[in-house]
């Protein structure tokens, strides 16, 4: 399959810090990606949908001012928190789709710890 | 009602057994079916990718879709103690929407 990487795999910031989050297709054009968020045992719960070039379309309830989305090119989106609380804490998750959004790739996962 | 509906389990199986997982929809638009693995603290895999009615068969795995019933399942041929993971499904159209991840233990 293809190759989505993440990074960081984790990161540990103070509290009212802000955070960024890069997601990298490397063997394709991701022409959407995707942003979940996961809580211990619980599923993903999408956070907001990129399309390249274009302003991110965010699920009800998720702050776009606070989780800031660019997906400035077909290989990379980013996801920055920011002025990040203890709440913020947990597993955030990319995912990359080609065109036509059949089927999506996942990067590693950030683990987000807020201190 | 959730788009797509799954039981979070857990369930435990022996190993060599065969593990049945299943989702219903409820948006008949919806074209494409996939089942991911997700290990803990690590991100979902995809495992199977389907996109119309009937089996598809990948080793010990085997998918089905009944787009009549709005209803997708995985079998898990001999499951292996290395199979316990959550697994979610996953359908779409134009984005995707997953199901709600059912964890599987297989004991050794």
């Known amino acids: 399959g293809a190759v989505v990487s993440q990074h960081p795999s984790w990161v540990i910031c103070k509290s009212g810090t802000s955070v960024k989050i890069e997601c990298r297709s490397l063997?394709?054009?991701?022409?959407?990606m995707f942003w979940y968020r996961q809580f211990p045992k619980q599923s993903l719960m999408l956070m907001a949908t990129s399309n390249e070039g274009s302003k991110a379309t965010y699920e009800q309830g998720v702050e776009k001012d606070k989780f800031l989305i660019n997906h400035a090119s077909l290989t990379l989106s980013t996801l920055t928190v920011t002025s990040a609380h203890p709440e913020d804490s947990s597993f955030y998750i990319c995912s990359a789709a080609g065109t036509g959004n059949t089927e999506a790739f996942f990067g590693q996962g950030t683990r987000l710890t807020v201190v | 009602q959730k788009e797509v509906e799954q039981d979070p389990g857990p369930l435990s199986v022996p190993e060599g057994a065969i593990v049945s997982l299943n989702c219903t929809y409820s948006?008949?638009?919806?074209?494409?079916f996939m089942w991911y693995r997700q290990y803990s603290r690590k991100g979902p895999e995809l495992l199977m990718y389907t996109y119309s009615s009937g089996n598809k068969e990948d080793g010990r795995f085997t998918a089905q879709v009944d787009k009549s019933s709005k209803y997708i399942s995985l079998f898990i041929r001999d499951s292996q103690p290395s199979d316990s993971a959550t697994y979610l499904c996953?359908?779409?159209?134009?984005?995707?929407?997953f199901g709600a991840g059912t964890t599987v233990t297989v004991r050794a």
């Open positions: 996953a359908m779409s159209r134009n984005k995707l929407s």
């Open positions: 948006n008949s638009a919806f074209q494409y």
């Open positions: 063997d394709f054009q991701a022409t959407t």
